[in-house]
């Protein structure tokens, strides 16, 4: 039996990969079906990863035996983006529910289980990387930030992530010390790319890029059924949901900062993705 952890950068791609890893054989991938805040009550990452395990072995048997299976869905289907639905005035909302999800496709006794949960497997990634096998999707940095303020109710938006201070008591004292929002994303985001620089190995970090030019088959490198993929996917790093001049200065920010972000991703990339912000005129 597989059971993979599938971190990442919030809003750099981990629910569209939820979403493609549910199109392949064999294979079932959950968007954030836990609660993650009973992590902090445990007392250290074993404890963590005991009650992961059991999750596991609970959902297997559940899609096993009865053919259904507890994730955050949107109309009872895992979608390729939480945050697609759009609100009167044209903005974009969170519409996900939690609860049951039918899966009727066929599932041999040892099927492939994912589970996603981007900040919280991120925060304790040192010891769950021991007992599981994990891995992170990442974007481009500027894109990844431009996401974030493009949403009105992401925590992120303010320079915050409740979950990963709660369990990184570092992490919340860094921030805490930040009076300005977006150095506090910035720090964020490098605190991301830092613990997967540690705690994972190189196969086991898939570029959003990548993942969307190569039309969901970059996924075989660590998930071998990839391979059939053919989907039509289209790279969203510059949206007309995104605030441009924000993303400007944003940008320019990050070109000045050093941090573990550029063991990924280099200047250029930011530089050419700021070139294309500038070149697009808004869209309605």
Same mark, same amino acid.
Request: proline residues 4%.
């Given at each position: 039996?597989?059971?993979?952890?599938?971190?990442?950068?919030?809003?750099?791609?981990?629910?569209?990969?939820?979403?493609?890893?549910?199109?392949?054989?064999?294979?079932?991938?959950?968007?954030?079906?836990?609660?993650?805040?009973?992590?902090?009550?445990?007392?250290?990452?074993?404890?963590?990863?005991?009650?992961?395990?059991?999750?596991?072995?609970?959902?297997?048997?559940?899609?096993?035996?009865?053919?259904?299976?507890?994730?955050?869905?949107?109309?009872?289907?895992?979608?390729?983006?939480?945050?697609?639905?759009?609100?009167?005035?044209?903005?974009?909302?969170?519409?996900?529910?939690?609860?049951?999800?039918?899966?009727?496709?066929?599932?041999?006794?040892?099927?492939?289980?994912? !589970?996603?949960?981007?900040?919280?497997?991120?925060?304790?990634?040192?010891?769950?990387?021991?007992?599981?096998?994990?891995?992170?999707? !990442?974007?481009?940095?500027?894109?990844?930030?431009?996401?974030?303020?493009?949403?009105?109710?992401?925590?992120?938006?303010?320079?915050?992530?409740?979950?990963?201070?709660?369990?990184?008591?570092?992490?919340?004292?860094?921030?805490?010390?930040?009076?300005?929002?977006?150095?506090?994303?910035?720090?964020?985001?490098?605190?991301?790319?830092?613990?997967?620089?540690?705690?994972?190995?190189?196969?086991?970090?898939?570029?959003?890029?990548?993942?969307?030019?190569?039309?969901?088959?970059?996924?075989?490198?660590?998930?071998?059924?990839?391979?059939?993929?053919?989907?039509?996917?289209?790279?969203?790093? +510059?949206?007309?949901?995104?605030?441009?001049?924000?993303?400007?200065? +944003?940008?320019?920010?990050?070109?000045?900062?050093?941090?573990?972000?550029?063991?990924?991703?280099?200047?250029?990339?930011?530089?050419?993705?700021?070139?294309? +912000?500038?070149?697009?005129?808004?869209?309605?």
């Amino acid at each position: 039996m597989r059971d993979v952890l599938i971190t990442g950068t919030p809003r750099s791609g981990t629910t569209l990969v939820c979403s493609l890893l549910n199109r392949l054989p064999d294979t079932v991938a959950l968007h954030e079906p836990m609660n993650v805040w009973e992590f902090a009550s445990c007392r250290d990452g074993d404890e963590v990863a005991a009650m992961i395990e059991r999750f596991c072995a609970e959902s297997r048997r559940s899609l096993r035996e009865h053919k259904f299976v507890i994730s955050k869905h949107v109309g009872g289907k895992i979608r390729d983006n939480s945050a697609a639905q759009l609100d009167r005035a044209g903005k974009r909302v969170r519409r996900t529910e939690h609860g049951r999800i039918e899966v009727g496709k066929a599932l041999s006794q040892n099927f492939t289980l994912a !589970i996603k949960h981007p900040a919280a497997f991120t925060a304790l990634l040192e010891p769950l990387s021991k007992r599981f096998e994990c891995c992170a999707i !990442i974007r481009n940095p500027l894109a990844t930030l431009g996401s974030w303020n493009s949403l009105d109710w992401l925590p992120l938006k303010d320079g915050h992530s409740p979950i990963a201070e709660k369990l990184d008591g570092d992490l919340a004292c860094d921030l805490a010390a930040k009076s300005d929002q977006i150095e506090r994303q910035i720090h964020i985001v490098n605190w991301f790319y830092e613990r997967f620089r540690r705690f994972l190995p190189e196969h086991a970090v898939i570029k959003y890029e990548d993942l969307v030019n190569s039309r969901g088959r970059e996924l075989a490198k660590f998930f071998p059924a990839a391979t059939e993929l053919d989907e039509n996917l289209t790279s969203k790093n +510059v949206s007309h949901f995104y605030d441009r001049a924000l993303m400007t200065d +944003v940008g320019q920010r990050l070109l000045e900062c050093d941090g573990p972000v550029w063991n990924f991703y280099n200047r250029r990339d930011v530089e050419n993705l700021l070139n294309e +912000v500038g070149s697009r005129a808004p869209s309605g």
